[in-house]
Nanobody
Framework: EMLLVESGGGLVQAGESLRLSCAAS????????IGWFRQAPGKEREGVSC????????MYADSVKGRFTISSDNAKNTVYLQMNSLKPEDTAVYYC?????????????????WGQGTQVTVSS
């Protein structure tokens, strides 16, 4: 069974940082791309960042470029999302998911095996 488990969320003030973790199991890590997504109350789930594990290629939403960094520790089968300079508009539940496809945009519809999510709240 493919399983992704997110952790690392919390309550921070604007300008502070958080690092989210996505621990993966049940599949060959390098065969997939893992994406981070977020969903704020009343809004659609949106793609935040994606890492193609076999090539190291990264993708970011315009709203987080320069502030968020995605990375992996392949020995631990874990993908991280380092979030710096957090803003109140970053408040959401953050999810990770995987895709076997070659993608050009971070579309939630292309991803599966969603984790349970971790709440990130940024106060002003």
């Amino acid at each position: 069974e493919m399983l992704l488990v997110e952790s690392g969320g919390g309550l921070v003030q604007a300008g502070e940082s958080l690092r989210l973790s996505c621990a993966a199991s049940g599949f060959t890590f390098d065969d997939y791309a893992i994406g981070w997504f977020r969903q704020a109350p009343g809004k659609e789930r949106e793609g935040v960042s994606c890492l193609v594990l076999s090539t190291g290629r990264t993708m970011y939403a315009d709203s987080v470029k320069g502030r968020f960094t995605i990375s992996s520790d392949n020995a631990k089968n874990t993908v991280y999302l380092q979030m710096n300079s957090l803003k109140p508009e970053d408040t959401a539940v953050y999810y990770c998911a995987l895709t076997p496809f070659s993608i050009e945009v971070i579309d939630p519809g292309d991803f599966g095996s969603w984790g349970q999510g971790t709440q990130v709240t940024v106060s002003s």
